[in-house]
């Protein structure tokens, strides 16, 4: 099954939360000649993305529903499987897939403290769910916590915007990723995930890759300006940069060989390239991205800076 295979949709309808709110997503409805065959196809994949192909599980699995969203610009299918046995669901997400997101998942995998899954065949990537609440839902219902929550939240947030600068991951506003909690000794520990990665190093200009410059950020960003000083920050950043120097080194082989097929593929355009290298040497006050002639090359020079500690990030 292909992406422009769950494009056949007859109907849909708008999918709603428990508020009666419009969610952006709508649920299609096939003929029925083909729902068997889609929700079989389903099946298969979600057994492949999560059982390495043990079709053992096919017969306790189905589909409740297919969801399309039309926002944004990756029109993504959303697939809700259901184990009959316990009534257990999960999701699984069919894009078409480009350059950038492959990129932006690979460097998510191997520079992250997260670990992703995904597959790809000809013209269609299948993601799996990252799980998390969505950040625009964060930010407008869970920021009433304690002091002590609240620093941590914005800790994560300072760490979170090192990650996507150093590898050039774009356009973190909040809808863009989520956070999972993990309830703690005292209080919940919080993480932020990217869950869109279609704008991996494909923008001109830098500010598009620091979370901390999206309007739809700012009541975090505000938070931690009134809660962090200018030197906790400083050590939040140099502890993420040190995780980060130390997942290069780790995969080493793995990212030269993704660094050098990025570095040949054309994922921007030469404008885009042009303006980004200028940017980039004002901001770290160096010249060593000027003769970069892709965004492959661009990442490769910003880890680079990163791994000799002269990766220079000014703060809020």
Not at 79 to 102: E, L, W
Not at 153 to 177: H, P, Q, T, W
């Amino acid at each position: 099954m292909q992406y422009d295979d769950l494009t056949r949709y007859i109907n849909t309808l708008p999918l709603l939360n428990s508020k009666g709110e419009d969610t952006y997503w709508h649920t299609v409805i096939y003929n029925q000649f083909e729902v068997e065959e889609i929700e079989r196809a389903c099946c298969e994949i979600y057994a492949l993305l999560k059982t390495d192909g043990d079709f053992t599980v096919l017969e306790h699995l189905t589909i409740d529903r297919i969801d399309f969203c039309e926002f944004g610009n990756t029109h993504p299918f959303r697939v809700r499987i259901i184990n009959r046995i316990n009534d257990n669901y999960d999701h699984f997400y069919v894009k078409k897939t480009d350059a950038s997101r492959i990129y932006g998942l690979e460097l998510e995998d191997m520079l992250s403290p997260n670990k992703v899954n995904y597959l790809v065949d000809e013209s269609t990537i299948i993601e799996e769910h990252i799980p998390g609440i969505p950040g625009d839902d964060f930010i407008t219902k869970s920021l009433d916590v304690t002091r002590f929550e609240k620093i941590r939240i914005a800790k994560e947030f300072v760490k979170f915007n090192e990650r996507c600068f150093a590898r050039l991951l774009g356009d973190m506003r909040s809808y863009n990723f989520v956070v999972d909690i993990t309830p703690d000794i005292e209080g919940n520990q919080y993480r932020l995930r990217a869950i869109d990665f279609d704008q991996q190093s494909y923008e001109g200009s830098r500010s598009f890759y620091l979370p901390q410059f999206f309007k739809e950020n700012n009541p975090i960003i505000t938070m931690g300006m009134d809660l962090l000083s200018h030197e906790s920050m400083y050590q939040y950043q140099l502890e993420e940069q040190s995780l980060i120097a130390r997942r290069v080194k780790n995969d080493r082989d793995k990212l030269r060989e993704l660094l050098k097929a990025m570095i040949k593929d054309e994922i921007s355009s030469p404008e885009k390239i042009d303006q980004l290298k200028e940017e980039l040497n004002k901001h770290h006050k160096t010249t060593v991205f000027t003769d970069c002639k892709s965004m492959g090359e661009l990442v490769m020079k910003n880890l680079l800076l990163l791994i000799q500690k002269e990766f220079k990030q000014s703060i809020y």
